[in-house]
Structures are given as C-alpha cells and as structure tokens.
C-alpha cells in the first residue's frame, strides 16, 4: 500500500519536535531554513509511486514565502517608523527656546515677562478691547485697541504695572471684546505665544513641546518666532 506524505507529515513533525531547551517554552515557529529542510525531508521519504502532489508543494512554499514578506514588510515599516521619529524630534529640537502661537485664551509670560497673543476678527470691528485676568478673577492688565479691520489682530504687554515692576502673575486668561459695525458682539478667535522649554519625545508615542502652557503638538503650532 503506497503513503502520501503531505502537510500532515510536516504536521507531525512539528507536533514530534521536542524542545532544544527545558524552559517551559515550545517552540510554535519555523524560519525558512527550517521549512526548506522539512521539505526536503518530504521529497527524499516520499512514496515513489506516490509523490506530493506538485500543486500543494507549490502552495506550501507560496504561502511560506507570503508569511515571510509580511514579516518583513512589518519590520521594515517598524525601522522606518524609528527613523521618521527620530527625524520629528531632530526638527523639533530645533525649535527649543523659540515661542510657538498657540490657540487659546489663556497667556502665559515669556522669559522676560512680556505677554502677547494674537486676535483674529471675524469682520471688521469699531471697536477691541483686550483684558488679562488672573486666576482670582482680577484683572490685571487693559488695552483698547481701537477700530480694526477683519483678521488678525496682535497685542503684546510687557508685564509691568504702572510702577514699572513685573506684575509676576503666572497665566492670565485673554478676554477680548469686539463690537461689529451695528454694536453686535463679536466672537473673535484667540491665539497666545509660549516659549518652549524643550522637547519631550518617548520611544512609543508622539514627540511633544513642553511650555508654560503644558505639552502641546507640533502640529498645534500656528507661527514659530
């Protein structure tokens, strides 16, 4: 009686196969090497009058070489990942000790003091008028900016208060107001420039800018300085 030795022969092979060490852990996986040898295996304990049939040999290897290029693939587009990482970080290292715009409403003080931000109209407005206010609901700081024209609006404060010393009160929440030409309110959008200290960038994850404002995305960045 003839025997067909097929995936069923690689099976039990497989099933045979003691571990090479006593760890406790099986080994579940085959390299190619490893499968090009049980296949010659196969070829040279076959049944002459009744070799593996051609087609499944084929398909045998075709879906071995299908596995093979997908792990590949996989690691390749994990090194290309580690070095689109690395390039990120090395772009955004450059912008350490540079102030970012930011949308927002809340400003914090640059190294010196200073405080600045940018108003973006929606129309044109007959009259801005900007606030900074602290954490207690003080204001600290008013401007009046005056008649403006649609879109972008900038203001900046020294930090200073009327005896010319620093005002040192940490980051102060933006409050503007707008009126359009019938004195309807308007709702402006807010901006804030923030230094940034450094640049966070862990093994997984997305590269972050660390500011007084917290840690934020480059692609949060409207305007670097």
Known sequence: MSTTIGT?????????????????????????????????????TQDPTDPVDNQQMVAQMAQFSSVTGIAEMNQSLKNMASDLAAARFGDASGWIGRAALLEGNVAAPAANGAYAGEITLPADAKGVTLALVDADGQTVHTQTLGPRSAGAVTWSWDGKDAAGELAKKGPLQVVVTAADADGKTMNPGLAVWTEIASVQSPATGSTKLITALGQVSPADVLQLS
């Open 8 to 44: 069923d022969y690689l099976d039990s092979l497989r099933a045979g196969a003691k571990p090479a060490s006593t760890t406790g852990k099986s080994n579940q996986t085959i390299d190619q090497a490893g499968f090009l040898k049980l296949l010659t295996t196969q070829l040279a």
